[in-house]
């Protein structure tokens, strides 16, 4: 039995990988609060499954332990999924109260329009759901703050200021599973940019961390049940702040582990002595933005292309694996922007490579259009996204190209991968195309939406077999360096 069942939706990852951190965190919160919590798993076949197959839920388990209260996460492409979950529980539990967390907090009001999904939590969720729970437990239908639901067939909603403190707040163990040596970590909440493509403004409107101390206890902790060799931080920017990154980069030279963290070029530049320092330790995943410094004025970031290529040549240089990110355009992008963008691709200095590395894999030109398609299709700017409305097409082939990239391929794959990249960038394009035809032709000017379509994808074509030769000679390059056993 349990007083609140959290489900964890289903993401295309095979079993057992990682824990959903927002749920432990969400579970470790009820039961330090004495709420008997529980979190139950998908379910999943032997191999990965397709993105909408839905043979994932685990009802009978959630019938089993007969909650009040059924909680489920939800990222922007699991809507589908979170409708199916909800349906399906309301019908083998009719009374539960269903709670959907994550991107719901940006649409809420069309979320609570299915029938089955009785309240949403708009954005951090600890204190929120706790008020909620301990409602719903002592039958009290009170209106709670940050907790957006149905009421009288309207949506009542009233923001809440968290108050939460991560240095105090419980941390999961996560003694339960099987880590395989990596530890995902969550050690703050917000960040210090404003990207166009992120939501974490709205989900935490005010940047704040664990201190340095608390992050290392929280890996003693979890060391006492299992090794680990890699510590992986999920926060927007782990090196916004400069003062606890050499403390905790310190902990962990001591101890011989690794770490991959998100940050942005700025702050690797604002960082230096100390991604020198620790430099063998480092794998970062790199928001450099734009390689053209119209586009990086327009947006506001506050950086130029200059000193994007600085951050890149210092990690390069290092020998540190990275993935740089990048935008490719907007509503208002010119096709010389476009072209100076590749340029700048094409000029990139190299990614080393490690075994979970897209080094010089065209994987920005994958993922680039994705806030200009869904920002066109729908009419408005990304924080303001219909989640209900994502082209599922799209996401299913991105997803697929992702997948395949995730692999370092071997010198005789290398043209395999040209093939792969051409064959589903195509297919991305055609979709671009059809949906943003008539947006762009209007927005466009003098250029049209036409000729930008034909010379971008000539553009793109161009450079994925630029790449496939770049990554045919730096795989031969490291080929005696890295000694892995590689997909195929």
């Known amino acids: 039995m349990a007083d609140i069942v959290l489900i964890r939706n289903y993401n295309g990852c095979l079993k057992n990988m990682h824990p959903c951190i927002g749920l432990e965190f969400l579970n470790t919160y009820f039961l330090h609060n004495k709420i008997e ?110 907790i957006a639901r149905k009421e009288d067939g309207k949506i009542i909603f009233m923001p809440r200021e968290s108050s939460l403190n991560l240095n105090t707040v419980p941390l999961p163990d996560f003694k339960e599973y099987n880590l395989n040596g990596v530890a995902e970590l969550s050690s703050a909440r917000g960040c210090n940019g404003n990207c166009s493509f992120c939501e974490s403004k709205k989900m935490y409107p005010h940047l704040k961390y664990m201190n340095a101390e608390k992050v290392i206890s929280w890996i003693k902790e979890i060391q006492k049940y299992q090794e680990v060799k890699q510590a992986v931080f999920m926060d927007d920017n782990f090196l916004a702040d400069t003062a606890r990154f050499p403390k905790i980069m310190g902990f962990l030279k001591q101890e011989n582990i690794t770490t991959h963290f998100l940050s942005r070029a700025d702050s690797v530049l604002k960082n230096k002595e100390s991604i020198i320092k620790y430099a063998k330790l480092l794998k970062i995943d790199l928001g450099i933005e734009s390689f053209s410094d119209t586009q990086l004025f327009r947006w506001n970031k506050r950086i130029t292309s200059a000193e994007n290529n600085l951050a890149l040549s210092l990690l390069s240089i290092l020998r540190i694996p990275f993935n740089a990110y990048i935008i490719l355009s907007d509503e208002k992008t010119r096709l010389s922007e476009i072209e100076e963008q590749i340029d700048g691709i094409k000029k990139a200095p190299p990614a080393p490579f490690d075994e979970n590395s897209f080094a010089r894999i065209p994987l920005p030109l994958i993922c680039m259009h994705y806030n200009t398609i869904l920002d066109d299709l729908l009419n408005e700017k990304i924080r303001g996204i219909s989640y209900l409305e994502v082209p599922q097409k799209f996401l299913t082939e991105t997803d697929a190209l992702n997948r395949t990239l995730m692999y370092i391929f071997t010198e005789s794959n290398a043209p395999e991968i040209r093939d792969v990249c051409i064959k589903l960038s195509d297919k991305r394009l055609e979709t671009f195309g059809y949906g943003a035809r008539e947006i762009y032709n209007g927005r466009m000017g003098k250029d049209g939406f036409e000729e930008i379509s034909a010379r971008y994808k000539s553009l793109v074509k161009k450079f994925i077999l630029d790449a496939g030769k770049i990554l045919k000679h730096d795989f031969v390059s490291f080929l005696d360096e890295i000694k892995i056993t590689l997909f195929s």
């Open 37 to 146: 919590s529980q979190i139950v798993q998908p379910l999943y076949a032997d191999n990965r499954l397709e993105r909408y197959n839905y043979e994932f839920l685990d009802i009978k388990k959630i019938k089993e332990l007969n909650p009040k209260i059924v909680g489920i996460n939800s990222l922007t492409t699991q809507i589908d999924a979170t409708n199916y979950c909800s349906r399906m529980i309301k019908k083998e539990l009719p009374d539960v109260k269903i709670i959907i967390g994550g991107h719901a907090s940006m649409h809420y009001d069309k979320l609570l329009a299915e029938e089955s999904i009785n309240a949403v939590c708009v954005g951090e969720g600890e204190e929120s759901s706790l008020e909620y729970a301990i409602n719903i437990l002592d039958n009290n239908e009170s209106r709670v703050k940050g």
